[in-house]
Nanobody, 120 residues
Framework: QVRLVESGGGLVQAGGSLRLSCAAS?????MGWFRQPPGKEREFVAA????????YYADSVKGRFTISRDNARNTVYLQMNSLKPEDTAVYYC????????????????WGQGTQVTVSS
């Protein structure tokens, strides 16, 4: 069982930036970020292939968010720029146990989440 621990959340003004990190306790396959806004269902944000060579984004964050990973540190990052109040949510990190296509959003491991609040 791999444990995922997110960090980097906080309060930021609209237009600002935050970088989230997710450290895995061991090697994983693809990794991704999801978020759950207040009173809404959890939604996909971004995913990255194990190799780092392929990424996949939700339309709502394209051009503003960038996912990256450092396999030497078993860590995935989410750089969030031009933040909007509608980006306010609990952000969750997820990982595959094995290597799959980057658009496979059925993950095996989940973190506990980190709160991101964007004020207007």
């Amino acid at each position: 069982q791999v444990r995922l621990v997110e960090s980097g959340g906080g309060l930021v003004q609209a237009g600002g930036s935050l970088r989230l990190s997710c450290a895995a306790s061991g090697p994983t396959g693809n990794m991704g970020w999801f978020r759950q806004p207040p009173g809404k269902e959890r939604e996909f944000v971004a995913a990255i292939h194990w190799s780092g060579g392929s990424t996949y984004y939700a339309d709502s964050v394209k051009g503003r968010f960038t996912i990256s990973r450092d396999n030497a540190r078993n860590t995935v990052y989410l750089q969030m720029n031009s933040l909007k109040p509608e980006d306010t949510a609990v952000y969750y990190c997820a990982a595959h146990r094995t290597i799959r296509i980057v658009t496979d959003l059925e993950y095996d491991y989940w973190g506990q989440g980190t709160q991101v609040t964007v004020s207007s």
